[in-house]
């Protein structure tokens, strides 16, 4: 495509030879394995390759399959498996920037993947990449506060036993408030500062 573009050429002949040219370790080309037959292009091209062709199916996939494991082992040179973790085992879980500590719950059924709890109980699935195991003590797990909902309200609780969080009213000094209302802004201009008659009263 880079080069149709920098000569000026029609990108479309370019994808035309690029489907008609067999994939690396097959004898397939992108065409033959959508309709089992070539493309016609600008090279001559023998009539009978024109004509549909019936490709041996299990052939084709067990070719494809080695082609990606032969990728895949190249694509995993210099990496290591990590270990599995256990249950309440202690980890610290990578949030953003930081490693905040929490607690395995159990092994997800997907691979490689943990359900975790956090220090606030919240439950999380995370890769295990993303965990990184530690020899801290096991960390105590407090549950979240649950919104009072419309049905426990309806339900003839009383409304002393429901617990609500309390919020303690912020106090700010007199002295303070009556500063900001006397305070006056400092002026550079030492002149008569006047209000504009639209503003002033009328008595």
């Not at 994808?15 to 001559?44: C, D, H, T, V, Y």
Request: proline share 10%.
């Amino acid at each position: 495509m880079k080069k149709s573009n920098d000569s000026k050429q029609d990108a479309f002949l370019a994808l035309l030879e690029f489907r008609n040219s067999p994939i690396s370790g097959m004898e397939q080309s992108p065409a033959e394995l959508l309709m089992s037959r070539k493309l016609r292009a600008k090279l001559p091209i023998p009539k009978h390759l024109l004509k549909p062709k019936s490709q041996p199916i299990n052939d084709v996939r067990q070719r494809l399959r080695v082609r990606q494991l032969r990728q895949k082992a190249a694509y995993d040179q210099g990496t290591k498996q990590l270990s599995s973790l256990q249950p309440n085992e202690s980890v610290r879980i990578r949030q953003g920037g930081v490693w905040n500590p929490a607690v395995v719950v159990e092994q997800h059924k997907l691979p490689r993947s943990y359900i975790v709890a956090t220090s606030n109980g919240t439950q999380l699935r995370r890769n295990r990449q993303h965990l990184m195991p530690t020899n801290e003590p096991p960390m105590i797990i407090t549950p979240p506060m649950e919104p009072v909902g419309e049905e426990e309200r309806c339900s003839g609780i009383a409304p002393s036993t429901v617990r609500s969080p309390v919020r303690s009213p912020v106090i700010f000094p007199s002295t303070e408030i009556e500063e900001e209302h006397v305070r006056t802004p400092l002026r550079r201009s030492t002149r008569v500062r006047r209000a504009p008659s639209r503003l002033i009263e009328n008595i």
